[in-house]
């Protein structure tokens, strides 16, 4: 969205509230009047939508106990801390980065892991190749956009679609917080043995079903 440079002659003692605020809440002068403008207008910027966006999440994630968010007002990004049920229980963190507008996506989910076991390292990226597969296969002729896809060493990351509709930032909310709920779920019950490929695929199936928000 653009930005234009415009000149305000406000009173000194406004303008040192202002700043008070504006540190106290983790933003500068400029991003804080224009947020209180927009609000006074009625008119949704991009920023006040990615922070009620990850809101609901860490809303949404607080009653879990499998993952645990961690989210800063006013910033563009959440995390959320959750543990595989293998040996000494290493640490999966999800991160959420949501766009301010254009492109193909509103945002990027990543998956990061530390490991030093060579299983698990080749259990998750199985798990990942094998969700790519699945979403290429079922979920892909849904959206809106194709998602994108990369694996790292100890990262995996796909692109949030526009969904292909008009949603409201609780409903995004709720769509993203199933799915990485989902994801979470599968990849723990697939690392552990509890299900192999056929059962993962066929719990996708059953959810992808019950949901009409695509991301």
Not at 101 to 129: A, H, N, W, Y
Not at 151 to 174: H, I, M, N, V, W
């Amino acid at each position: 969205m653009k930005k234009t440079l415009y000149s305000l002659m406000l009173q000194d003692e406004v303008v040192r509230e202002v700043d008070l605020l504006a540190h106290r809440l983790g933003t500068n002068r400029s991003a804080l009047i224009n947020q209180i403008l927009a609000e006074y207008v009625n008119y949704t910027t991009p920023e006040r939508r990615i922070n009620d966006i990850l809101s609901a999440i860490e809303r949404f994630m607080a009653p879990s106990a499998d993952l645990i968010p961690f989210f800063a007002p006013n910033s563009s990004t959440m995390s959320l801390k959750s543990s595989l049920e293998y040996k000494y229980r290493p640490t999966v963190k999800y991160e959420v980065e949501l766009y301010r507008g254009g492109g193909t996506s509103i945002g990027e989910l990543s998956v990061i892991f530390r490991t030093q076991s060579v299983p698990l390292i080749q259990s998750m990226t199985e798990f990942f190749r094998l969700w790519k597969r699945i979403e290429d296969t079922w979920l892909a002729p849904r959206l809106t956009a194709p998602a994108e896809y990369a694996l790292y060493d100890g990262k995996f990351t796909r692109s949030l679609a526009y969904p292909g509709q008009d949603c409201t930032s609780q409903e995004l909310a709720e769509a993203m917080s199933a799915y990485i709920t989902l994801f979470d779920r599968l990849m723990k019950n697939y690392v552990s043995g509890r299900m192999d490929a056929h059962d993962v695929e066929t719990a996708y199936r059953t959810w992808l079903q019950g949901t009409d928000l695509y991301l």
